[in-house]
Nanobody
Framework: QVQLVESGGGLVQAGGSLRLSCVASGRALSTYTVAWFRHPPGKARECVAVRDWSGAAYYSDSKKGRFTISGDNAANTVYLQMGSLKPDDTAVYFC????????????????????WGQGTQVTVSS
């Protein structure tokens, strides 16, 4: 099994940037599809970005251009670079992984990912 630990969250002003990290242990993350989800207060959890085993990236429409997902196989880490942050980006951010082949809409469904980190809080002040 793979274990995931997120870090990099914090308090940032609107317009600022943050880079979240998802460090894996137990398995090589390069063989997994890895996604970043977020859970805003009072709202449903949603997928932000996905990086599949080939390194291809997919984004929910509203995050394109502001968020970038990337990976460092040597460090067994996947990152989420977030820019032009807005108060609406305030949420607990989670990374999740799946060893199963996913495609299309499956990338964005949380129930397709069996492995999850504990989450990191991102708070954007206005």
């Amino acid at each position: 099994q793979v274990q995931l630990v997120e870090s990099g969250g914090g308090l940032v002003q609107a317009g600022g940037s943050l880079r979240l990290s998802c460090v894996a242990s137990g398995r090589a993350l390069s063989t997994y599809t890895v996604a970043w989800f977020r859970h805003p207060p009072g709202k449903a959890r949603e997928c932000v970005a996905v990086r599949d085993w080939s390194g291809a990236a997919y984004y929910s429409d509203s995050k394109k251009g502001r968020f970038t997902i990337s990976g460092d196989n040597a460090a067994n880490t996947v990152y989420l670079q977030m820019g032009s942050l807005k108060p609406d980006d305030t949420a607990v951010y989670f990374c999740a992984a799946s060893s199963r082949g996913l495609s299309g809409r499956d990338y964005f469904y949380d129930f397709k990912y069996p492995y999850w980190g504990q989450g990191t809080q991102v708070t954007v002040s206005s």
